[in-house]
């Protein structure tokens, strides 16, 4: 959860920029370029924390809305039920737009539901082909989910493969996207070092994880390995829990 709030954080940051440029842009198409400026507007509000006509967004933009509703509350909501408010919201955007395969990951992910994660994934690309690829965002945060939980011999072989639709490949081609695109930059570099260490390329996989700690410091799956690793000296495990705690 800390990583999407900096990931988001940064997004939200970005887009605001993008939204007031896109605003005075275009004359021609006046109309949607405003309405696109202002979902992104909303969404980086959204995302950080401040408030909104969220209600008009909704009854505007019935799906995108909802989900927007739902990066406000897990932003601000303190009460106990906030996981119950937000997933309630990802619901309503994906009971609005059942065929929006962003819809059905962001309900998927919320309910930590990974399988029905990597199954809109490969709907995606059974739908869309190796052309139309899925957005980068999306796929690192499925893949560092996915590559961390691998454990068992089956697991494990799924990390060391390298077809057009490995895990190596898809996430490869998603740190490969530049952070303003893929807020999850840090936890695609994350997930191929754990693919490089599943194969026994170790000293590839610490390369990569010093990619995800300079992206996020606080990446919650490099840190802790590079930290525990009987290579690095107790200066360097001291360096990389000061950046992560600098950083939050």
């Known amino acids: 959860l800390q990583a999407e709030s900096r990931a988001y954080l940064g997004d939200a940051l970005g887009a605001l920029d993008i939204a007031q440029r896109d605003a005075v842009c275009l004359v021609s198409g006046l109309a949607k370029t405003q309405r696109r400026a202002q979902l992104i507007v909303a969404e980086s509000h959204a995302k950080l924390g401040r408030p909104f006509d969220y209600d008009a967004l909704i009854k505007a933009s019935p799906a995108r809305g909802a989900r927007i509703r739902a990066h406000y509350v897990a932003t601000t909501s303190v009460a106990e039920d906030a996981n119950v408010q937000k997933l309630r919201w990802l619901r309503s955007a994906y009971e609005a737009a059942p065929r929006s395969p962003r819809c059905a990951f962001e309900f998927a992910w919320a309910s930590g539901n990974i399988d029905a994660c990597e ?37 494990l072989d799924i990390l060391r493969s390298r077809d057009d639709r490995s895990i190596f490949t898809l996430v490869a081609k998603a740190a ?28 590839r996989a610490s390369k990569l994880r010093e990619k995800a700690l300079a992206l996020d410091p606080s990446d919650e799956i490099s840190g802790p390995i590079e930290t525990s690793s009987s290579v690095n000296s107790s200066a360097r495990c001291r360096e990389i829990c000061e950046n992560a705690i600098k950083r939050n």
Do not use: M
Not at 125 to 137: R, T
Not at 176 to 203: E, W, Y
């Open 176 to 203: 490969k996207v530049n952070s303003s695109a893929n807020p999850f930059r840090a936890l695609a570099f994350s997930a191929l070092s754990l693919c490089c260490d599943a194969s026994g390329d170790t000293a």
């Open 119 to 155: 199954q809109v994934i490969k709907s995606w690309l059974n739908a869309h082909g190796e052309d139309d690829e899925v957005p980068a965002d999306v796929t690192a945060r499925w893949a560092s989910r996915k590559a961390s939980l691998a454990t068992s011999d089956n697991q």
